[in-house]
Structures are given as C-alpha cells and as structure tokens.
C-alpha cells in the first residue's frame, strides 16, 4: 500500500554518480583520493586488520567459557499466567499469549503469586511450592 507521506520531501535525493566528470563534484578520482591502497579496485583492508599492529581481539587477555551444550530455561510464575483462562497450560499457549519469546522452547513453573483455579500445567520443570499450590486446587501436573 501506498501512503501519500511516500512522496514527500525527503525521498528526491539523487544518487551519487562517480567519475562523470569534474562539474559533477565526483569526478577523475570519484571521491576515493589520490593513489593508495583504498585507490585501487578491490582495495582495502579486511575487518579488524589494524595495519600491522597486535589486533585488539588478540592483544586483550580472554576470560570466561560458553558451554555449548547450556540449556536456556525460560521461568514463569503465576502471576504471569493468571489472566490466561485456559484450563489447559502448555508451552504453546504461553508463546501464543506472549509471556514466551519464539525462541524459548522449555520452561520452569515457579509458586510466585496465587492460583485460585484448577489447571493442567504442561511443563519441563516445577518447583515444589508451584506443583503443591496447583495440586491443591484439583490441577494436574505433567513433566516432558
């Protein structure tokens, strides 16, 4: 769809066209300078090269490990599903109401906030508290 504000003021600016001569402001050179390493086609330096000296990523001391194999569990408590009026409580119903991100796939129920109905929670881990409070009021809890 089009909008009217598409063709306002600011979407008439020109291109820049390089080496059409010296009226044009980008002429002979086109704008790259005398000679040189950036002068030339395909010139230039790769990403981090630091002309030579000790790069930063390998001059600065490392610290610290990422395990690859680390779990990200998402937690959730129950003031955060007390609006949702589901009986059923799963992973999809969560992402679809917003309180999971796309990319969380687990999660951890904990006993935070009240609960005053029954629900059938759907989830990978539980804290004890949480797995009594629904327990208590006729709910179900199964663990993947």
């Not at 194999?69 to 955060?80: D, G, K, R, S, Y």
């Not at 059923?88 to 005053?116: Q, R, V």
Request: proline share 3%; hydrophobic share 30%.
């Amino acid at each position: 769809m089009i909008n009217l504000s598409d063709f306002g003021r600011h979407n008439n600016k020109k291109i820049k066209r390089l080496g059409r001569g010296a009226g044009s402001g980008h002429g002979q050179t086109s704008g790259k300078g005398n000679k040189g390493q950036n002068a030339r086609a395909g010139g230039g330096v790769r990403p981090g090269f630091e002309g030579g000296q000790m790069p930063y990523g390998r001059r600065v001391p490392k610290r610290g490990f990422n395990n690859p194999l680390h779990e990200q569990i998402a937690i959730v408590n129950f003031t955060a599903i007390e609006n949702i009026l589901d009986e059923d409580i799963t992973l999809d119903i969560l992402k679809e109401k917003g309180i999971l991100k796309k990319g969380e796939n687990k999660f951890k129920m904990l006993g935070s906030g009240e609960i005053n109905r029954k629900i059938n929670l759907v989830c990978n881990k539980i804290s004890k508290n949480a797995k009594e409070k629904i327990e208590k009021n006729g709910g179900t809890v199964r663990i993947l």
